[in-house]
């Protein structure tokens, strides 16, 4: 359940981040969820509010699902990342490390390996409303 | 948009007392057999012992290890499997024996991710076994770790030893302490490395004979303790590793 920690790092940044804006309250925080890493929304949900501290008592926790475009240095290509075509073990495998997909996933137009995870690798923190 | 992980890194790693990584300017100098070898010489001293490689792009612990089908643990974060005595975290549990080409920002992106999610019991010691140089790796433990001792490896050659010196000229910039430097590989009586040592204000923790035995040894860790470097690491862990600095002795009770 390697949500949990991911929960508690969302947890900690959320209130790192009240603290500095001097936040008496956090009423919403959108966090956004890279498809690549398949994290179980459920789980991630069950997670935050399980560990969730006095300050965000009344916050609304917003997870979004975010697609994954890889994009290949050597051709150029640019795809969309597929759980479906990954076997359960790679698909493991990156959901532990996304860096993994670097050996399990290569470029359908040329089979390079060597590619940019644009947008949607992990779990980040996209904003956070509350009252000072 | 903002990172979470970061934030909880130094609370994963505040059970560990010492944090050690075994680092050189150069590859193929000794590094992971010497960071293998601390680590089970201290395991077998009685001290909690975490071995963390690094080296994500060529790990070689697991090998020398003669670790085989071991899995971490998922739960609340992943639990490093137990091996030889040693809370062992590696890549390759991801990965097997296939290729990982990743670019410098993969290697940050890679590191960050295992260092928030491993739950590593209370330690004594996590030894980490680096990359050759002084590129993410290094620079991403001060920024995120920052407690960390570093030990180093060179051969007798002038070429690795003229990478040692611009390592540890960063490493004094960025006021990380260095427990030492090992010269390992000797075959001749030459001083000139022990003397450079000092030149820089570094400690010289003693030379490792080149062993004939150490390619036998590899995946045997009862043979590699046997071994020059097990016996010279040995003297190392009683006479400088465990002697001083900020906790003489293991303290975290068992
Ligand atoms: N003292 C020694 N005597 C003989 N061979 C050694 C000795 N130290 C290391 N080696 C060998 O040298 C090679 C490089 O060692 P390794 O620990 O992989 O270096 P690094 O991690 O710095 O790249 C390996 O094949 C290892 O078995
Ligand atoms: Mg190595
Ligand atoms: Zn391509």
Same mark, same amino acid.
């Given at each position: ?23 008496? %309250?956090?009423?919403?925080? &959108? ?7 398949? !994290? ?18 009344? +916050? ?12 290949? /240095? ?20 990156? @959901? ?5 997909? @670097? ?19 992990? #779990? ?9 | 948009? !903002? ?30 057999? !010497?960071?293998? &070898? ?64 990743? /670019? ?23 030894? =980490? ?24 490896? &060179? ?52 030379? *490792? +004979?080149?062993? %004939?035995? *150490? ?13 020059? =470097? ?5 003297? =190392? ?6 002697? %001083?600095?900020?906790?003489? /002795?293991?303290? #975290?009770?068992?």
């Amino acid at each position: 359940m390697h949500e949990w920690a991911l929960a508690e790092a969302i947890i900690a940044t959320a209130k790192q981040i009240a603290q500095k804006e001097k936040l008496k %309250e956090v009423t919403e925080v &959108t966090i956004k969820v890279g498809e690549l890493q398949q !994290v179980e929304h459920s789980i991630l949900r069950f997670a935050i509010s399980e560990l969730k501290s006095e300050i965000f008592k009344n +916050a609304k926790f917003r997870i979004l699902k975010a697609k994954t475009t890889l994009k290949c /240095r050597v051709c150029g290509n640019t795809w969309q990342f597929k759980k479906e075509k990954l076997d359960r073990d790679t698909a493991e495998a990156i @959901h532990f490390v996304p860096e993994a997909a @670097h050996t399990f996933i290569k470029c359908p137009n040329c089979g390079s390996p060597d590619f940019e995870i644009v947008v949607g690798r992990g #779990v980040w923190l996209e904003t956070l409303k509350g009252v000072k | 948009m !903002v990172d979470p992980r970061v934030s909880v890194i130094n609370e994963r790693l505040s059970r560990i007392s010492r944090i050690v990584a075994v680092s050189s300017g150069k590859g193929g100098v000794g590094k992971s057999m !010497v960071a293998t &070898t601390l680590a089970l010489t201290l395991a077998k001293k009685g001290c909690r012992v975490g071995l963390f490689d690094l080296d994500f792009t060529s790990p070689s612990t697991h090998i020398i290890l003669g670790a085989e089908k071991i899995q971490p643990k998922e739960e609340k974060g992943i639990i490093p499997p137990t091996v030889h005595g040693l809370e062992y975290m590696s890549l390759i549990y991801f990965v097997g024996d296939q290729p990982a080409p990743l /670019r410098g920002a993969d290697v940050s992106n890679a590191l960050i991710e295992l260092l928030a999610v491993t739950q590593w019991g209370s330690l004594d010691f996590l030894v =980490i076994d680096m990359p050759p140089g002084i590129g993410d790796a290094v620079l991403d433990l001060v920024r995120l770790v920052k407690r960390i001792e570093f030990l180093i490896v &060179t051969t007798p050659s002038l070429l690795a030893f003229e990478t040692v010196k611009k390592q540890v000229e960063l490493l004094c910039e960025l006021k990380m302490p260095i427990i030492g430097v090992v010269e390992n590989m000797k075959m001749t009586k030459a001083k000139g490395i022990e003397a450079a040592t000092e030149k820089l204000g570094l400690r010289f923790l003693g030379e *490792v +004979a080149f062993d %004939e035995g *150490v390619e036998d040894a590899i995946g045997d860790v009862e043979k590699l303790l046997a071994t020059a =470097i097990g016996k010279k690491i040995q003297l =190392i862990v009683d006479s400088v590793v465990l002697a %001083e600095k900020r906790e003489p /002795r293991c303290l #975290v009770e068992r």
